[in-house]
């Protein structure tokens, strides 16, 4: 196994006396080919199906497994002390009749001397055999004999009949697949009854119950001479650029921001609801914070009260020439009126446009749960 393959640290190890291989193939049904057979073979999970040959290895994506699962099928060959494990990594140790084969108690010892604090779990192929009731190598006496000896042994046993058990390896359940989509499918429905009451949520939490009591300290913080930076080698500054610099580190800054702590604990607690996690719910809402940062620039730099101030280019030495400029009509370059706009572009911004990007996402997260569904 070439050193790139042993880098990839492996969730899952199938080895044995190559019935894994047969495991795989039930795994991949149709797809499987009989060159993967007595070869190492890499199973990692993505949405469309590859196959690749890699430094002596196959390696194949699939659907079948579970997001950020990586199966490593090795070989009767393969060199134990170089297996691409680590501590959290589960080994199986698969088996067909006749059982307690002396290779496979070599194998066992020599996993257990290697890698002394992983789990190890025994799964006997309980194939369908023709025999006397006389023989004396009888096949269910034999199996129910081996589940005795690896349980007493490895502590973890697992039997398995057909296609329809690869999933109790997979993920100990016997349905995975199935129970995936079912939380998709009431994932998917939550979020159909989202979208039909997400305005009325973000009204009664975010604009009732916390704008609404915020927006008068928050503006009159914003529209003041604090918002002001004073550059002398650039005298010529911009009020409502000014505004704006200042409105989007007070909403967004993640730290300290108090809109972005509001609005990221209500994106939250929405996602939470769901019972399948497909996404980084923490990363999201991030990307979202991210969003909503860049829409308010744009929004302040485009908007119609934006046109309207930002061409004013005016001198501000001191808070004496600002409160003139803000607060007299008939002043060269007067900017009356732009603490009561600007106020408003923000209450806008807050109460519509917020919500529109959320809506959006929504949907985008509500694709993504369909696309599941109809893997």
Known sequence: MDDNIRQIIATKILLGDNSQYLFLKWLLGNKFNNKFNNQPVLLKYGNQYNISYENECWVIITN????????????????????????ETKFFIFEEFPFQKESINTLIYKLKSVYVDNCFIAV????????????????????????IHYRQYLGNV?????????????????TYQNIIKNKA????????????????????EIIVGFWEAYSYKFNVDICSFNSIDIDKKKPYISI???????????????KNGIFSKKITEFYKDKLSKINIIIWNIDKDADILLSV?????????????????????????????????????????????????????FVDDFINKKCLEILIKRMKIQYQRLEDILNE
């Open 64 to 87: 079948k497994l579970l997001p950020n699962e990586i199966v490593f099928v090795a070989d009767e060959s393969c060199d134990i002390s170089a297996l691409p494990a680590a501590s």
């Open 124 to 147: 006997i192929l309980n194939e369908k055999f023709e025999y006397a009731s006389t023989d004396i190598d009888n096949p269910q006496k034999a199996l129910q004999t081996a589940e």
């Open 158 to 174: 697992i039997v398995i009949s057909n296609e329809d058990d690869i999933y109790s390896i997979l993920g100990y359940i016997s």
């Open 185 to 204: 499918a009431f994932s998917l429905m939550y979020y159909k009854f989202l979208a039909n009451n997400l305005e009325k949520f973000y009204k009664m």
């Open 240 to 254: 409502w650029d000014m505004y704006a610099k200042a409105a989007e580190r007070k909403l967004f800054d993640i």
């Open 292 to 344: 909503l940062k860049q829409e308010f620039i744009l929004a302040a730099n485009n908007s119609n009260y934006g046109k309207k101030y930002r061409g004013k280019r005016v001198i501000v030495t001191n808070k004496y020439e600002y409160n003139i400029l803000i607060g007299k009509k008939d002043c060269s370059n007067s900017c009356y009126g732009i603490n009561a706009d600007f106020s408003n």
